[in-house]
């Protein structure tokens, strides 16, 4: 992959742009409404690019094309195509109770319904959930930014990568707020679809001209398999007959990421938080010039919702099919310390073996099947190697003599793709496994769980990119300038909603409520600064595959200690009005401690899953409460404002035909129909 000078122009100039318009369109912040809510003046068309590009990020490009990689597949896009029936919601469901509201963050509106302790807690919440959400959108760029770099011939670490992606974003965000923001992500939403699109058009070509492509030939065990392809069909044939088991929207009820049992339920929950709930989205639509504006906006990017896995997910998956090697690769710089560890902790272990040094012969000839640790003095003898070989797992002696395990570790893999890789290996893992996990359960003890995967799935786009697009034509640069505007938005809008949260739901509430609306601006900004140094100091911890394989993952999950509490508490105090204040408390405090319990205690149910019981759990004690304490009379939503209430009925028949094209694009990928066309 080469960058020419067109690359950095059209790069270069970008970022530039985005920045000064971001700048310049908000210039006159004086009040904590100008500043937050970007004078509570948008129209619809910003206020629906605002809210795809603050989604779209490389947590998606990154995440949701690495999950399509893998046994996934377009299953994945079940995100995205439910969130466009989410919005629909949002947009005659809660929106209208907001903007009456008058409020500015998520928080303040439940000392709205319920009380003060209710506000705070929520408040709290996600602002730790925010510190990592800052690090995990910050990080899935800069990952993209090393993967592409490398394809360069250069070494940008993690922690470079990071710093650049925040300091854009810092910039525009501390001078403008939100108005920066949406200006900012006018320019960049248009440009991730765009960028996305061109990446799509130019995979399918590559993938017409190969002669042989990786495919996943059992979705339940996720066998890999090379196929020989003929010339006499086109790139899109060749895509449905490789991919024809990953283009089911429903995996069964045990997959770890995705079971179809956490479509009846769970993946609503994150997806009313996010579209309705979450202040990073919700900002936006806080900020409408009206209730019509507003609604518009939503159900603008509702139908933009139903196009993104269309340059996102089926592109990931083109990625696997044509670079599942290096994805192999990729892979050996996670699992080098995790065998290290299994090897210390099982020396009588035949399938890890050490070696000093080792020749580039010795690499080269290594054979399938053994693992090879190769012991070098330093990083520098490991960038030098010429050869790669996925059986070869380079390690320097210093992360070496690290890699000591727990007293009570188990090796087990999310990655399914893992047992076909090596199956004699895992029976042996699975033997020594069990082994310990009785040992640890004999002497009370819990065990720590290691995580080798088979490919580095989260590298999908990056291989993809650097081998796909035309070069020094200026299109790579325009296509890495689309992916840095997908992170900088997000991490903007992030930035954005934490620096309000705090500056209102902290700040003036229990630190200075008498505080001049210059000096709640000024902490804002203050704010973002500190955010952003969090972010750029998380983002390279979060490489460690211990945490996760899959970045998109951890955002998901880690989100579930708040996201289903936050679900019930709201819905539960718009449609039962007689719940008494203390049931916001008790829902948000019982999902936390009952999310937390579960993954402890039974781990193995899944994380969507896991958010419907809490969920449940939730509404059933506010239930209990509400029946024990109600309210003497049911509470009344008074309007504060002066903004415009009248529905939207253009929107309205737009969302109708919004949900009908979701239900569609579910039966064209479902069983029933992928058996018929095979």
Known sequence: MEFGILDVLVFVGFVVSVVTVGMLKSRKEQTSEDYFLASRGLSWWLIGFSLIAANISTEQFVGMSGNAASHVGIAIASYEWMAAITLVVVAFGLLPYFLRAGIYTMPEFLEYRYNAAARTIMAIATILIYMLLVGSVTYSGALTIRTLAAKMGYNVPLATGSLVIGLIAMLYVAAGGLKACVWADLIQGSALILGGATAMIFAFRKLGLVTEAAHVVDVKTSAIAIKELTSDIGPIARFFDLNRVRLNMFLPKDD??????????????????????????????????????GQKGIVFAAFLKLLIPFVIVIPGIIAFNLFSKDMQLEACKDNAPILARYLKANPQTQFVQVVEAPSQDQIRQWQPGRYMLAIFPSSDEIKALKVSNPYVLPITRADFDRANPGQYAVFRSEDKAWRHVNPDFAKEIDAYNSSTEQQAKAAGRSVSVEKPIAYKYDTALGQLLGNVLPQKVGLVGFVLAALLGAVVSSLAAMLN??????????????????????????????????????????????????????????????????????LAVFVFGLIVRRAPAAAGVLGLVTNMVAYGLIMRLVPQIQFLNRMAICFTLCIVLMAVLTLLK??????????????????????????????????LLYLVFSPAVLARAS
Do not use: C, H
């Open 256 to 293: 770890p990421i995705l079971p179809w049992t956490a479509l009846m339920m769970g993946l609503w929950i994150p997806n009313f938080y996010y579209w309705g709930l979450n202040q990073y989205i919700t900002q936006r639509t806080l900020g409408s010039a009206s209730l019509v504006q």
């Open 497 to 566: 909603a934490a620096s309000t949260i705090f500056s209102m739901d902290v700040f003036k509430k229990y630190i200075a409520p008498n505080a001049s609306q210059r000096t709640v601006v000024t902490v804002g900004r203050v704010a973002v600064v500190v955010f952003t140094a969090i972010a750029v100091l998380v983002a390279p911890q979060l490489t460690n595959p211990k945490i996760s394989n899959s970045i998109f993952t951890i955002i998901q999950e880690s989100q579930g200690f708040i996201s289903p509490g936050i």
């Open 630 to 663: 109600p309210l003497p009379a049911p509470i009344r939503f008074e309007q504060k404002g002066n903004i415009q209430l009248q529905q939207s009925r253009a929107a309205a028949i737009a969302g109708i035909g919004v949900i009908i094209l979701t239900i």
